[in-house]
């Protein structure tokens, strides 16, 4: 089996995600399905693979991928629950210091594979929201 992840970590782009959100070495069921077989192809008839240990892989990996697509759905959920509402954005200027812009969140898509917000007409990341609502005065 040592054999087997060895194989994975040298295979390159086969089956490598297409969005810039995941890794460029990252696996999807078709890649690993990919493996699997080369793998019983091209086996030592005195070192069988273990079709165990591969089924539990590939329960794993499919495990992973519904996992990452519920996070994916609960927070596009999230944005689109912010519609409407006042929310504070941290943004770095060109100086590299933190302006905080308030405004009311117009609509949400996705660009790159990661959520975004519109406020005041621009899109920004999930990431950049630093309350819903204004953040109180500091001094």
Do not use: C, W
């Not at 086996?43 to 892989?57: G, I, K, R, V």
């Not at 495990?63 to 629950?81: F, K």
């Not at 609509?107 to 999930?126: D, E, H, Q």
């Amino acid at each position: 089996m040592s054999d087997f992840i060895g194989d994975i970590a040298n295979v390159g782009k086969i089956g490598a995600a297409g969005s810039s959100k995941s890794n460029a070495m990252s696996l999807q069921m078709e890649g690993f399905l990919q493996l699997m077989i080369a793998q019983f192809q091209n086996q030592d008839p005195e070192n069988t693979a273990s079709t165990t240990d591969m089924l539990n892989q590939m329960v794993q990996m499919s495990m992973v991928q519904a996992i990452t697509n519920i996070t994916d759905a609960v927070t596009l959920n999230y944005s689109a629950s912010l519609v409407g509402k006042e929310v504070t954005i941290g943004s770095y200027d060109s100086d590299g210091k933190m302006q905080e812009l308030v405004g009311t969140v117009t609509g949400t898509g996705t660009y790159n594979g990661n959520p975004v917000v519109f406020v005041n007409g621009k899109s920004y990341s999930m990431s950049s929201i630093m309350a819903v609502g204004r953040l109180p005065d500091h001094e």
